[in-house]
């Protein structure tokens, strides 16, 4: 669904005339505001399938610094792994990372730790691997990356639409202050029963990482 069409279906349920634009007025931007407000409260609340993603680094001999390109810095790592080495990478932090490399000899060979080194300067996540390369590996990151707030009219996202029209309802009768019908308060009980569903329905997509097994 589009951004226009979020912002469209809040306002018939405040009872006003649909948009043509996401700016069309300050009432019509507000809606806006809210509808990113609501998708963000969504995309919190869960680590959603459709946000997940898995990127490539192409690790090269004696290059120790990698960008994730397109995760930002609104992301969460689900499972990072060595595809050459068939081996987990662990992640360390900084102060560890610092001994490693600058306290110590600092050794070549496959990759197998990582750890956070900043942003680039289009705002993607930058990291460190170690130890450094000597020679090419493929380097795997699962993640929940999250996505960009809506700008364009024809912007759309992958989460469930329900609960971001719901939670942008509730938040809309809030801040009018009165509704002429049901009670904002009302509004986000409804909003988190439609929220705690698609959760509900999500999470039948991968039941097994949610099942704990002794191995």
């Known amino acids: 669904m589009t951004y226009l069409a979020l912002i469209n ?3 018939i349920r405040l009872r006003e005339l649909v948009a043509t634009t996401p700016t069309d007025n300050d009432y019509v931007t507000l809606i806006g505001y809210l ?3 609501a998708k963000k409260t969504v995309e ?3 680590d959603w399938t459709a946000l997940k993603t898995t990127f490539t680094v192409s690790a090269v001999i004696a290059d120790n610094t990698y960008t994730l390109t397109g995760f930002g810095t609104n992301f969460k790592l689900l499972d990072v792994y060595n595809a050459t080495q068939l ?3 662990e992640l360390i932090s900084q102060n560890e990372m610092n001994d490693k490399i600058n306290l110590n000899t600092a050794a070549t060979g496959a990759p197998s730790y990582f750890s956070y080194n ?3 300067a289009n705002g993607d996540q930058k990291i460190i691997v170690y130890p450094t390369p000597n020679g090419s590996y493929t380097l795997k990151f699962d993640a929940v990356v999250r996505e960009a707030e809506l700008t364009l009219a024809a ?3 992958k989460l469930p639409t329900q609960p971001i029209i719901m939670i942008a309802w509730a938040m ?3 801040e009018r202050g009165e509704t002429g019908g049901t009670a904002a308060q009302e509004l986000f009980g409804l909003a988190d029963r439609y929220l ?3 959760i509900a329905l999500d999470a039948t997509r991968y039941q097994a990482d949610l099942t704990w097994r002794v191995v």
């Open 35 to 37: 509808v990113n407000d």
């Open 196 to 198: 705690g569903d698609a």
């Open 118 to 120: 900043g942003s680039d």
């Open 44 to 46: 919190e609340a869960w």
């Open 9 to 11: 279906k809040v306002l």
């Open 172 to 174: 809309a009768t809030r």
């Open 87 to 89: 081996s987990r990478m």
């Open 155 to 157: 912007d759309t996202t």
